[in-house]
C-alpha cells in the first residue's frame, strides 16, 4: 500500500516540480505561509536562535521545589543525560518519573497524545482531518479511559503519580520554555495551549504501540485486494507457508514451568471470563498512522535470545535484545533507572531499562533478580470482515441488527469544526471509507471461501463495508503489566505478568540470577471460528466470529531448554501441530537461523560473552546475497560493467558491510531482479512487500529453472539464464546511476543511510526548519532480513527505513557488566548535547556500559538534581 507523510509540509504548487513522497511522510501538508518561512530564516541566522534552543533545556543539577512531592528525591544523570531516580515511596519514584519525562521529551509526549487522542487537526489544521477521522473511528483514546477506570488501587496510583510529576515541570514551563517545537508551532497555530497530562494520555500510547506492532493487517488487506487478479496458483506461489523444514521455531516442544502468581486479583480478574473458554489523502491511511506512532514497513520486527550458564564464560546466563521499530527523531525509546530508597513490599522497585516517554515504568530491562526482552509475536490479532448493510441496519444470522453508532466532534486549527459519524457492528468499527485498499476491498469484495471472487457465497442483500475486529479494541490489562514485570521475582511472577500483558502480543524471553532461563508467549490470542483470518470474512455468518481467546495457559512456554539457548526472531512460535491456530503470516526465520547458527558456531569455539552477543547483533550476513552469488558464479553477460560488478561477488564474504561495494551491488541486483521477475511487464504486478517473504519465493523459483515466472516477454527473456543476465546488467547500470562508474566509489553504507526525521517538523519543506531538527544521513550497514535489521523498501529506493531502535546485552553475573545503547539520545531538544549523542555507537553497534548498582552509578554521575517538596 502506499504511504503518505505523517509530518507537516508545504503543500506543493502547480509551478513546482512534484517532490518524491518518501516512505512514512504525507505531503500536502499546509502548516506554514512564505511569511512564516521567512521569520523562520530570520531566526535561524540571528543570535536569537541560542536563546529559543536552550531555553528549554532542562535544569539537571542543583535543587528543585516541586508540589505534590512527599519526600526528597535524587535524580542522577551520567553523561549521556540517562537518569536514575531514587525515591522513598513508589509515589514520589514515578512522580520524578514523570517529570523527568517532561524535561526531556514533552513535545514528543504532547504529539504522541493527540496522534492517540485523534487531534492532529488541532496541532496542523485540516490537513490532518483524514487521519483524525481513522484514529477517532478506532477509537483508542475511549478505550484508554475504560482502562484507566479498571486499574487496581495500586496501578491507577502509579499512573496518577507519574501525572502529577508532568504537571509539576509544566506549572512552571510553558511554550518554547518546553520544547523548540512550540516556537515553531506558534508561527502558524499561536493560540496553542499545553494540557495538562492525565493518566489515559500515558494508557493510550500502548494503544498506539499495540497498532505498530499489529502484526497483519497490511498482508491480509494486501492479499484481498490482489486475490481477484491473481490465479489462485500464482498466489500460493507469492505468499508460501513458513518454512518449518528449514527455519526453526521458537518452542520446539511446550515446557513445564512454574506456575504463574497473580499480581493482583484485579487484574486477573479482567482475563477470567476468556481464560475459562473451551478449546474447541485518503489512500494509505492506515500506514500514516503506522509512521506516527513509530513506523509500521519493512523490517518490523525484532531479535531477542538467551543464552544459559552452561553455554557462557560466567557459568550465568546472557540475555540480548534489540527491537526494530521505524526510524524516528527521537527514538522511541527513553532509558532510565528507577530505584526505591529501600526496597520493601510498598516500595518494591530496583529496575532499569527502556521505556516510552508518557508511560511510567520500564518497558524492557532488568531488575536485581530478572531480566527480560522482547520481539514482536506476529500472531493474527486483527480480522477484516465484510458487512451487509442495508439502512441504519447490518445483516447478521438472517437479522438485520441495528449499526451501533457515536458522533465526535473534531476541532481544526484555523478552521471550522468537523462532525464525524462513526459506525460500528458486532465486529468492530466500520473502515471502508476512511482508505484507499478497505474501500477497494467492499468495492470488489473477496474472502477466501468461494472460487467466485466477485461475489461471496450467501451474502444478503445491501451494500458491502469493511469492519476491523482488533483485541486492542477491547479494555484490557497491559496497564497494570508493565509494573508486575517490575517487580517480579523470578519465572512464575514473570509468567504472572505476563498473563496480564494482553496487548501487544510479544515473545517474552527470560533470564535470572539463579541461572534460568525461560520463554513465554503472553497476550490475548483469538479462537477463530470457521476462517483463519488470512483474509476477509463473511460478517453476516456468524460461524466466522472468534470464539473466545487461547487460555493463558494453554499458550507455548519454554524453561531451562536441554539446547542451553532460546532464540527469537518473529519466527514461527510453534510447529503445525500446536492444536491453536496462530497466524500464517510469520516472518519467515532468516535472522532466527542466522542467530541460531551463529550461536551454535561460537559456542563451538569457547565459551560465550557479553561480546559475543554484542557480534551477533551486528552480524551482517545476508542470505540473499550469498545466494545469488553462488547462482552467478558462472554466469557472463558480455556486458563489461556488469560482468566486472560480478566479479565483486565473487570474492564477497555475504556481509552487508556499509563500505562495501560488492554489498551495495547485491542489493541493488536483488531488487532489480525482484522487479524484472514479478513487475516489469507484467499485467498484474506482484506484491514486492515484504522481502522475508520474497526470499522465500525467489530461492523456490531459483530452484526451478522451468517456472513461468523466468519467461517475460516484454523484456525479451524466455529463460532463467536470461533473465538473470538481463538484470545483472540492469543492477550494474542503476548503482552506476546512484554512486557513478567508479566501482571503487560504490559503497552500501552511502547507498542505505539514514536520515534522522523530527516526526513533526523534519519535512516541513523548509530547509531551514528541517536544519533545525534533522540529522545525518548516517551511513550503515546490515539490511532486511538480516540480523542488523535496518529495513529498506524494496520498491522506494535503498534508504534505511526501519532499525534496531535500541540494543542491550545483559549479564546475570554481574549487571554492571550489562551494556545498552539506542537510536539517538536521551533528550528530545534539538542541539541538546544529548538529542543524537548516541547515534555514533548506533552505528556502529557499539553499545556503552550499563551502570546499574548504586555504587556504579554514583562513579558514573554527572549532575544530580534534588526534587523537593514545595513548601
Not at 526528597?72 to 519525562?101: C, K, M, N, S, W
Not at 506456575?259 to 489512500?283: F, H, L, P, Q, R
Not at 471550522?416 to 465486529?427: C, F, N, P, Q
Not at 551482517?620 to 563489461?640: C, H, K, P, Q, W
Amino acid at each position: 500500500m502506499s504511504k503518505p507523510s505523517t509530518e507537516p509540509v508545504l503543500t506543493e504548487t502547480e509551478d513546482a516540480p512534484p517532490r518524491r513522497r518518501s516512505r512514512g511522510r504525507i505531503a500536502g501538508i499546509t502548516l506554514f505561509s512564505v511569511v512564516a518561512g521567512v521569520v523562520v530564516l530570520a531566526l535561524v541566522t540571528t543570535g536569537f536562535l541560542a536563546y529559543t534552543v536552550q531555553r528549554s533545556f532542562p535544569q539537571v543539577s542543583g535543587e528543585v521545589a516541586v508540589a505534590g512531592l512527599g519526600d526528597e528525591v535524587t535524580v542522577q544523570r551520567d553523561a549521556l543525560g540517562i537518569p536514575t531516580i531514587t525515591a522513598t515511596t513508589a509515589e514520589d519514584l514515578f512522580y520524578a518519573q514523570g517529570y523527568v519525562h517532561a524535561q526531556d521529551r514533552f513535545w514528543e509526549m504532547d504529539f504522541r497524545r493527540h496522534v492517540t487522542g485523534g487531534r492532529l487537526s488541532e496541532l496542523f489544521g485540516e490537513s490532518q482531518l483524514e487521519t483524525d477521522k481513522f484514529l477517532r473511528t478506532l477509537g483508542w483514546r475511549a478505550i484508554a479511559e475504560e482502562e484507566v477506570e479498571a486499574l487496581d488501587e495500586t496501578t491507577r496510583a502509579h499512573y496518577e503519580s507519574y501525572a502529577d510529576g508532568v504537571n509539576a515541570y509544566l506549572a512552571d514551563h510553558d511554550g518554547a520554555d518546553v520544547s523548540l517545537e512550540y516556537a515553531v508551532l506558534g508561527l502558524q497555530n499561536a493560540d496553542y495551549e499545553i494540557e495538562p497530562w492525565t493518566p489515559a494520555d500515558s494508557v493510550a500510547w500502548l494503544k498506539a504501540m499495540a497498532w505498530d506492532l499489529r502484526s497483519n493487517i497490511e498482508e491480509e488487506t494486501e492479499r484481498a485486494v490482489v486475490a481477484a487478479d491473481l490465479p489462485a496458483e500464482e498466489m500460493a506461489q507469492l505468499y508460501p507457508g513458513y518454512p518449518f523444514e528449514r527455519n526453526p521455531v521458537i518452542v520446539p516442544s511446550i515446557s513445564t514451568a512454574p506456575e504463574a502468581v497473580a499480581a493482583t486479583t484485579e487484574d486477573i480478574a479482567a482475563d477470567a471470563a476468556t481464560a475459562a473458554i473451551e478449546w474447541s489523502e485518503v489512500d494509505g491511511v492506515i500506514e500514516a498512522v503506522g509512521e506516527l506512532v513509530g513506523g509500521a514497513g519493512e523490517g518490523i520486527g525484532s531479535n531477542s535470545w538467551v543464552v544459559s550458564g552452561h553455554l557462557t564464560e560466567s557459568g550465568m546466563p546472557l540475555l540480548a535484545n534489540d527491537p526494530h521499530l521505524g526510524a524516528s527523531l527521537p527514538s522511541v525509546w527513553h532509558q532510565v533507572g528507577l530505584k526505591c530508597r529501600i526496597v520493601t513490599d510498598a516500595c518494591a522497585y530496583d529496575v532499569a531499562g527502556f521505556g516510552f516517554a508518557g508511560v511510567p515504568g520500564v518497558i524492557i530491562g532488568h531488575n536485581d533478580r530478572i531480566a527480560w526482552g522482547f520481539t514482536n509475536l506476529t500472531t493474527d490479532v486483527t480480522d477484516l470482515y465484510l458487512e451487509k448493510i442495508e439502512d441504519d441496519g447490518y445483516w447478521r444470522d438472517g437479522v438485520l441488527e441495528p449499526l451501533e453508532e457515536r458522533t465526535e466532534t473534531l476541532k481544526v486549527a484555523g478552521g471550522e469544526d468537523v462532525e464525524l459519524v462513526i459506525r460500528s457492528t458486532a465486529h468492530g468499527p466500520i473502515v471502508s471509507g476512511l482508505t484507499e485498499d478497505f474501500t477497494a476491498i467492499a468495492a470488489d469484495p473477496y474472502t477466501g471461501d468461494t472460487d467466485d471472487i466477485d461475489e461471496p457465497v450467501d451474502a444478503p442483500e445491501g451494500d458491502y463495508a469493511v469492519s476491523l475486529k482488533w483485541t486492542a479494541l477491547e479494555p484490557g490489562t497491559t496497564p497494570g503489566a508493565i509494573f508486575a514485570m517490575n517487580r517480579a521475582q523470578d519465572f512464575a511472577e514473570f509468567r504472572a505478568a505476563a498473563q496480564l500483558f494482553a496487548v501487544p502480543a510479544q515473545n517474552l524471553v527470560y533470564a535470572d540470577v539463579d541461572g534460568n532461563i525461560g520463554y513465554q508467549t503472553p497476550g490475548s490470542l483469538p479462537i477463530r471460528g470457521a476462517g483463519d483470518g488470512s483474509m476477509p470474512q463473511p460478517g453476516w455468518d456468524s460461524a466466522y466470529d472468534w470464539q473466545g481467546f487461547i487460555p493463558f495457559e494453554e499458550l507455548p512456554v519454554l524453561y531451562n531448554p536441554d539446547e542451553g539457548y532460546i532464540v527469537t526472531a518473529n519466527n514461527a512460535i510453534v510447529g503445525d501441530e500446536y492444536p491453536h491456530f496462530l497466524t500464517r503470516d510469520w516472518d519467515h526465520g532468516w535472522r532466527a537461523a542466522r542467530i541460531v547458527d551463529l550461536i551454535q558456531r561460537k559456542a563451538a569455539e569457547g565459551p560465550l560473552t557479553a561480546d559475543d552477543m554484542r557480534d551477533i547483533q551486528a552480524d551482517n550476513g545476508f542470505f540473499l546475497g550469498m545466494r545469488l552469488s553462488g547462482v552467478y558464479a558462472e554466469i557472463e553477460t558480455g556486458d563489461e560493467s556488469a560482468d566486472a560488478a560480478l566479479d565483486l561477488l565473487r570474492s564477497w564474504d555475504a556481509q552487508n558491510d556499509p563500505d562495501s561495494a560488492a554489498a551495495a551491488y547485491a542489493n541493488v541486483l536483488w531488487s532489480e531482479l525482484v522487479d524484472n521477475l514479478f513487475v516489469e511487464g507484467r499485467d498484474e504486478p506482484a506484491p514486492v512487500s515484504d522481502q522475508a517473504r520474497l526470499f522465500l519465493v525467489v530461492d523456490g523459483l531459483l530452484r526451478d529453472p522451468q517456472s513461468d515466472w523466468w519467461t517475460n516477454d516484454e523484456l525479451d527473456v524466455s529463460s532463467q539464464e536470461e533473465l538473470l543476465a538481463l538484470t545483472a546488467i540492469d543492477a550494474a547500470e542503476r548503482l552506476g546511476e546512484l554512486q557513478g562508474e567508479n566501482m571503487a566509489r560504490w559503497n552500501w553504507g552511502d547507498l542505505h543511510a539514514l536520515t534522522l526525521r523530527s516526526d513533526t517538523f523534519g519535512s516541513s519543506g523548509i530547509a531551514p526548519i528541517e536544519w533545525l531538527f534533522n540529522r545525518g544521513p548516517y551511513p550503515v550497514g546490515g539490511g532486511s532480513s538480516v540480523v542488523n535489521a535496518t529495513g529498506w523498501t524494496m520498491d522506494e529506493g535503498f534508504a534505511t527505513v526501519t532499525v534496531p531502535s535500541m540494543r542491550m546485552v545483559v549479564d546475570l553475573a554481574d549487571f554492571d557488566d550489562s551494556r545498552w545503547n539506542h537510536l539517538t539520545g536521551t533528550s528530545g531538544h534539538a542541539f541538546h548535547a544529548n538529542y543524537t549523542d548516541q547515534t555514533e555507537a548506533w552505528q556502529e553497534a557499539r553499545m556503552t556500559p550499563w551502570a546499574f548498582s548504586r555504587d556504579a552509578v554514583d562513579a558514573t554521575t554527572t549532575n544530580t538534581l534534588t526534587l523537593v517538596p514545595a513548601g
